[in-house]
């Protein structure tokens, strides 16, 4: 283990993994704050009136809900534009009565929507995968050949230590996401289904929506780990840069 703290402080520090994470980190953020923009915009817009008429019927449908809701269409909430918000999304839920329930999905339809490719997130990759084999490849070939066992020992443990490196970074991007989005527009009823979002109103999957995010957290860690290990393969082939 000695030999795997000396290569992670050999990436963190003299290749310049801390840093090349630090500025993934902020560019992640730098992103979010300019480039989002909410889903739902009327619900946003007019956030608290709707947020408002939302506490009437929160949860899954029901029919003295509907009745309610229809009721108040035709009376007072027909000027209400909070209102007005939360009716289109009574018509949507009416759809769906079964895996459809009434929810502010802002925060959940930006988490989960389909996104741009994260260039950050692949540069930081493989600006940390690549050195570990290619900036040291004509120095440590003598000492991996005179160590016992030394090429296979210092192979294993700098595989390991770039396939650790690429989920971290997936994850912290995640974690990132996971947090702006939740202080921005909150990330309410995780448990409910994930057709409570519109977006994925049609899909046959049956996920909560926090299983729905751990399942696309989980494909996007596994796509990091495979980019890492064809730097690996490509770095070890060309043997230097």
Same mark, same amino acid.
């Given at each position: 283990m000695e030999l795997f703290r000396f290569e992670a402080r050999k990436m963190l520090k003299f290749n310049r993994g801390a840093i090349i994470a630090a500025v993934f980190i902020i560019s992640e953020l730098v992103? $979010? $704050? $300019?480039?989002?923009? /909410?889903v739902n915009r009327e619900a946003r817009l007019y956030r608290e009136e709707y947020l408002s008429a939302l506490q009437m &019927? #929160? *949860? /899954?449908?029901t029919p003295e809900k509907a009745e309610l809701l229809e009721e108040l269409a035709r009376g007072q909430g027909a000027e209400d534009e909070g209102f007005k918000v939360l009716y289109k999304q %009574?018509? %949507? &839920?009416? #759809? *769906?009565?079964e895996n459809r329930y009434f929810l502010d999905a802002n925060g959940w339809a930006g988490l989960l929507a389909e996104r741009a490719p994260d260039i950050p997130l692949a540069a930081a990759v493989i600006l940390l995968a690549v050195p570990i084999y290619c *900036? #040291?490849? *004509?120095?440590? #070939?003598? &000492?991996? $050949?005179?160590?016992p066992r030394g090429r296979r020992l210092f192979g294993r443990y700098k595989v390991l230590l770039a396939l650790l490196a690429a989920g971290a970074l997936s994850l912290a991007g995640e974690g990132v996401r996971l947090g702006f989005f939740a202080v921005k527009y909150g990330l309410p009823h995780g448990s409910y289904p994930m057709q409570s979002v519109e977006l994925f109103g049609f899909s046959q999957k049956s996920l909560p929506l926090w299983g729905a995010e751990l399942m696309t957290a989980g494909l996007r860690v596994l796509g990091c780990l495979e980019l890492a290990a064809l730097c690996l393969a490509f770095s070890a082939l060309g043997g230097q840069f």
């Open positions: 992103i $979010l $704050l $300019l480039g989002d923009n /909410p &019927v #929160e *949860g /899954p449908w %009574y018509l %949507y &839920v009416n #759809e *769906g009565r *900036g #040291e490849t *004509g120095a440590m #070939e003598a &000492v991996s $050949l005179t160590s």
